[in-house]
């Protein structure tokens, strides 16, 4: 079965770090970007991370740069969201979902595979 599975999410307070994962399972990610997306409550899911496999290349949106920080590790079909600074506007759930065009941002239209969500609570 072809499928991510996010990890990771947690309550942590304003200022504080979290490390997401999105694990993948009946393919692998050599030739799909990773986009990182997030709904938070009553908003629209919104992209704001990337990694693409082919040169590792990775982008952000003005919201999480410099705070967020996106990795893979292709041997475990793994890619990693290092989360530091956290804001209670962070609070959503988080997923990740694997684009067929491995580049980065990535395409809604070329995404093929969701994760379940992981949801990220941030105190103030």
């Known amino acids: 079965e072809v499928q991510l599975v996010e990890s990771g999410g947690g309550l942590v307070q304003a200022g504080g770090s979290l490390r997401l994962s999105c694990a993948a399972s009946?393919?692998?990610?050599?030739?799909?970007?990773i986009g990182w997306f997030r709904q938070a409550p009553g908003k629209e899911r919104e992209g704001f991370s990337c990694i693409s496999s082919s040169d590792g290349r990775t982008y952000y949106t003005e919201s999480v740069k410099g705070r967020f920080t996106v990795s893979s590790d292709n041997a475990k079909n793994t890619v990693y969201l290092e989360m530091n600074s956290l804001k209670p506007e962070d609070t959503a759930v988080y997923y990740c979902?694997?684009?067929?065009?491995?580049?980065?941002?990535?395409?809604?239209?070329?995404?093929?595979?969701w994760g379940q969500g992981t949801l990220v609570t941030v105190s103030s």
């Open positions: 979902a694997a684009s067929r065009d491995d580049s980065c941002p990535v395409s809604w239209r070329y995404l093929e595979v």
């Open positions: 009946g393919f692998t990610f050599d030739d799909y970007a």
